[in-house]
């Protein structure tokens, strides 16, 4: 159950998770500065939150586009 050439090119899914990621990133950031934070834990659980998000909804996306793969070549076939 691999992506095909097709699937894999598009670039909106992963254009969507990046905008997502950064947008849980940005309200992260803006609700640990308010909280009064030091900047340096700001800036690292920013970033986690940040790769936390884009490692989740990659793995989503990337088994959402396989299973709708698999199912065009068996309505196909």
Known sequence: MSLCGECRKKPW????????STFVAFV???TLSAAGLQP???????AGAFL???TVLFSYMVSCMRRHCSDDK????
């Open 74 to 77: 068996h309505h196909a076939a």
């Open 28 to 30: 992260t950031w803006l």
């Open 40 to 46: 340096d834990a700001t800036l690292w659980l920013t």
């Open 52 to 54: 936390i998000a884009a």
């Open 13 to 20: 899914p992963y254009a969507l998770v990046l905008f997502i």
